[in-house]
């Protein structure tokens, strides 16, 4: 699968977010907000999922949004336009429920602004009213604002440091709209410490929560039971079940604790990787 396209959004400390677009005509008719693709970089490398942002079945093109992390990652972001990525596999996953739910809080923490958005522009056509929260550790890392202000009713931005919105959680302005209004629904997408408060608030405002899980894979598509998550006390998995979830019954400790199994490993790959030199 070619690159046909590269760009560096975000660039802060070391840390970079990169967006890619492929050419992946077949993946491009057939992909649904909410669902994701696998990819390859070459052929000894490792399976990674990463949302499709955004879809072009006329071009024939999809687009990736990834924050280089681990070893993987970070060799996809070392690519350039005209290079190819030995597979693709997709679309995975159920995509989102899409219907009119009616008023739509959507939160985004870090890259997962980006998978929110084909989600929000999907709710929005389907006339929802949409209120985005994007969160980010400062404003050098807040991705994709105007996109989703374009696919928005009201939009808010908070950044840990307070150097663009305001200062603090998603979830603190989560809570605030949940008290104030009566919202339908609260889709969030990010770190797990923020999923699961949204999930929690949406709990106690008595309002129908969704989350799309990072669990870890390695095949993605059912056969090793890697991104096995417990919902309503009954074995998931992310990959063939998911990603989407309701975030009431979802065991956030579990969660944790599985997708920290291999943390040290990490480390010890990338740090004999002259990639990370």
């Known amino acids: 699968m070619r690159i046909i396209s590269k760009e560096v959004i975000a660039l802060c400390a070391g840390t970079r977010i990169v967006k890619i677009s492929l050419v992946a005509p077949e993946l491009s008719r057939k992909v649904q907000a909410g669902q994701f693709a696998v990819i390859m970089v070459d052929e000894k490398g490792e399976r990674v999922p990463l949302t499709i942002v955004e879809s072009d079945s006329a071009a024939g093109n999809v687009t990736l949004i990834f924050q280089e992390a681990g070893?993987?990652?970070?060799?996809?972001?070392?690519?350039?336009?005209?290079?190819?990525?030995?597979?693709?596999?997709?679309?995975?996953?159920?995509?989102?429920?899409?219907?009119?739910?009616?008023?739509?809080?959507?939160?985004?923490?870090?890259?997962?602004?980006?998978?929110?958005?084909?989600?929000?522009?999907?709710?929005?056509?389907?006339?929802?009213?949409?209120?985005?929260?994007?969160?980010?550790?400062?404003?050098?890392?807040?991705?994709?604002?105007?996109?989703?202000?374009?696919?928005?009713?009201?939009?808010?931005?908070?950044?840990?440091?307070?150097?663009?919105?305001?200062?603090?959680?998603?979830?603190?302005?989560?809570?605030?709209?949940?008290?104030?209004?009566?919202?339908?629904?609260?889709?969030?997408?990010?770190?797990?410490?923020?999923?699961?408060?949204?999930?929690?608030?949406?709990?106690?405002?008595?309002?129908?929560?969704?989350?799309?899980?990072?669990?870890?894979?390695?095949?993605?598509?059912?056969?090793?039971?890697?991104?096995?998550?417990?919902?309503?006390g009954k074995v998931r998995f992310s990959c063939v079940d998911g990603p989407d979830f309701d975030g009431r019954g979802v065991d956030w400790e579990e969660l944790g604790k599985r997708n920290k199994m291999y943390n040290e490993q990490e480390k010890h790959i990338c740090k004999l990787s002259p990639l990370f030199k």
């Open 71 to 232: 070893l993987t990652t970070k060799f996809l972001g070392s690519l350039n336009t005209g290079d190819n990525l030995y597979a693709v596999l997709g679309p995975l996953g159920h995509p989102t429920q899409i219907k009119n739910y009616g008023k739509a809080i959507l939160v985004g923490g870090g890259v997962g602004i980006a998978e929110i958005l084909p989600v929000a522009r999907a709710l929005k056509k389907a006339g929802n009213h949409i209120t985005s929260i994007l969160g980010a550790k400062n404003k050098c890392l807040l991705i994709l604002e105007d996109e989703l202000k374009d696919a928005s009713d009201l939009i808010y931005v908070a950044t840990d440091d307070g150097s663009y919105g305001r200062k603090g959680l998603t979830t603190d302005i989560l809570s605030e709209l949940l008290n104030k209004d009566k919202y339908d629904l609260v889709y969030s997408v990010g770190p797990i410490p923020m999923m699961r408060k949204a999930a929690e608030a949406a709990g106690e405002y008595n309002t129908d929560s969704l989350v799309s899980l990072n669990a870890l894979m390695v095949d993605a598509t059912g056969m090793c039971g890697c991104c096995r998550v417990s919902v309503f």
